[in-house]
């Protein structure tokens, strides 16, 4: 299904110059290249939309079928751990980094059943009006999902999702499927570009769509929405272009690279979340260091309180490498 870009084709182009580089100009000629799906029945299960489980013991993938009739706990779930479920942005996967980091740091604390939703065939480039689109369907699936696990026995407030650009967005909108909020949602600088100014409060994430809503910014303004988005935001080393990206040299490319620098930074809080490191100074909403409140400092991550309010600075220089695919 070919689907019209808003700006007309240099929309396009500052997408291709952002995601692709200079292949996008050879692939236009290739009718294959502009096969977006755009979903128009709203059915779940949808074979585009995947859900996967990782054994915090075996590290081994298994696909989750809601239909099946066996207990979950035959497939290596332990209804003792706390929960996550992963949620990837446009042109991402489940199986590839920055999300795979997500994905290990998790596993690696050994206190969370990890669950991955993929929706890679709906949400590939160069089809991100579709992919905002299908965020609906996504959304509604994995409420279904959610549903499902409480139905195991998870709980609500052993449950959390954490999802980057797009799929932030994803976890904002599952709690409009379900009769009670979710309890906590993580999002990686959710995504800006036509949601600022197109998606209604019901198609995108606010402080509204969940008990606890943490949000870090890496991209604001720019492919991430600006602050303040959720109870809590960190801004990181101010919240747009990330020290370790500017050498990606053109400005653009420094967007993409600071944008998934959130996953990264949130993948090592989730590992080394009582390292100082991860400490943020309350500051203002547009990321501006209030200077003498550093008494007032929150961490970001496993350790953020959950009454934890406002926009607070992190300054994160360890951190310098984070690949993308």
């Known amino acids: 299904m070919r689907i019209p870009l808003p700006g007309g084709i240099g929309f ?3 997408l291709c110059a952002i995601f692709q580089g200079a292949i996008c100009l050879i692939n236009t000629l290739d009718v294959r290249y502009w096969n977006c799906v755009m979903k128009k029945n709203f059915h779940c299960p949808d074979k585009d939309i995947r859900f996967y489980m990782y054994s915090h013991q075996t590290r081994t993938r298994k696909r989750v079928d809601i239909r099946s009739r066996v207990p979950l706990r035959y497939a290596g779930w332990d209804p003792e751990l706390k929960n996550v479920i992963i949620i990837h942005g446009f ?3 489940e199986s590839k980094v920055p999300m795979t980091y997500l994905r290990d740091a998790y596993l690696r604390r050994g206190d ?3 669950f991955t939703v993929d929706w890679e065939d709906i949400a590939h480039f160069p089809c991100y009006l579709s992919a905002i689109s299908n965020t609906r369907l996504v959304a509604q699936c994995t409420a279904q999902f959610y549903s499902y696990l409480t139905a195991h026995g998870a709980t609500a407030e052993k449950t959390v999702c954490v999802g980057h650009s797009l799929g932030a967005h994803i976890c904002g909108m599952i709690s ?3 009769t009670e909020k979710v309890h906590k949602i993580v999002g990686l600088d959710p995504a800006r570009p036509l949601v600022d100014r197109y998606g ?3 198609f995108r994430l606010t402080r509204d769509d969940a008990h606890v809503v943490q949000v870090v910014h890496t991209n604001a303004g720019l492919l991430g929405e600006n602050p303040q988005v959720g109870h809590v935001d960190f801004c ?5 272009l990330q020290p370790s990206c500017l050498r990606e040299g ?12 959130s996953a990264c930074y949130f993948a090592a809080a989730v590992l080394r979340g009582e390292d100082a490191t991860f400490k943020g100074v309350p500051c203002t909403s547009s990321c501006r260091r209030i200077r003498g409140l550093e008494e007032f400092a929150v961490t970001m991550g496993e350790k953020t309180p959950d009454k934890a309010r406002g926009t607070y600075c992190v300054t994160m220089t360890q951190i310098t490498t984070c690949p993308f695919d």
């Not at 990181?236 to 747009?240: D, F, I, P, S, V």
């Open 112 to 114: 969370y059943n990890v």
């Open 91 to 93: 042109n991402g996967t």
């Open 200 to 202: 209604g409060k019901a």
């Open 236 to 240: 990181m080393n101010g919240g747009t």
């Open 176 to 178: 409009n499927h379900l």
């Open 12 to 14: 396009y182009f500052l």
């Open 250 to 261: 053109r400005r653009i490319r420094q967007a993409r690279c600071s944008h998934f620098m």
